[in-house]
Nanobody, 115 residues
C-alpha cells in the first residue's frame, strides 16, 4: 500500500488549495479514505472522511462548510478541496486508509496559511 500526497504550499488567509492523494496497492474503490492533519505541538486530528462509494462524507467541525473531500476511482485518488483558509489550518496534511486492519499513512504535505 502506498499513499502519496501533493498540493500543499503557502497561501494567504482566505485563499484556497486542493490536496491530492494518489493511492496504490489496494482496490481503491472498496475502502473509505480519510484526511488528517497535524499542527506543530498538537496531536494528529481527523479532518474529513469519505466512504468507499463516496455517498457518505464527514468533516471536523472546524472545517465544515470550507473543505470538501472527494474521490476519483478512475485515478485511485482522493482530494481535499480547501477554501477560506485560516492561519489555524496550518499543518501537515496526511492521507489515510485502513487496509487489512492496519493504518497506512502518506508522507504528508505541508499547508501554511499566512500573510
Amino acid at each position: 500500500v502506498q499513499l502519496v500526497e501533493s498540493g500543499g504550499g503557502l497561501v494567504q488567509p482566505g485563499g484556497s488549495l486542493r490536496l491530492s492523494c494518489a493511492a496504490s496497492g489496494f482496490t481503491f474503490s472498496r475502502y473509505p479514505m480519510s484526511w488528517y492533519r497535524q499542527a506543530p505541538g498538537k496531536e494528529r486530528e481527523l479532518v474529513a472522511g469519505i466512504s468507499s462509494g463516496g455517498g457518505n462524507r464527514n468533516y471536523a467541525d472546524s472545517v465544515k462548510g470550507r473543505f470538501t473531500i472527494s474521490g476519483d476511482n478512475t485515478k485511485n485518488t482522493v482530494y481535499l478541496e480547501m477554501n477560506s483558509l485560516k492561519p489555524e489550518d496550518t499543518a501537515v496534511y496526511y492521507c489515510n486508509v485502513i487496509y487489512a486492519l492496519y493504518q497506512y499513512w502518506g508522507q504528508g504535505t505541508q499547508v501554511t496559511v499566512s500573510s
